[in-house]
């Protein structure tokens, strides 16, 4: 069977199912899913160099707001 954000299993009842894959360099850029809706990733266009973070209402899973912060270049 398929779960959410292809996870390998199932997430219990009232909890949210999330994936966070790390970019490698430049090549492949990182990606976050939440829920099974893919909130950043380079098809979307809105990952960049450093730290990418989703900011998700915990209660609802309604996503908030996105960022990058560049580590590098301060």
Known sequence: PRHKC???????QNQFAFKIVSGAANVVGP????DDVVLMSSVKNNI??????ALVNGTSGQL???GTFDMYSG
């Open 48 to 53: 960049g160099r450093g730290l990418n973070i």
């Open 31 to 34: 990606s976050i899913c939440f």
């Open 64 to 66: 908030l707001k996105v």
């Open 6 to 12: 292809g996870n390998q299993r199932s997430c219990p």
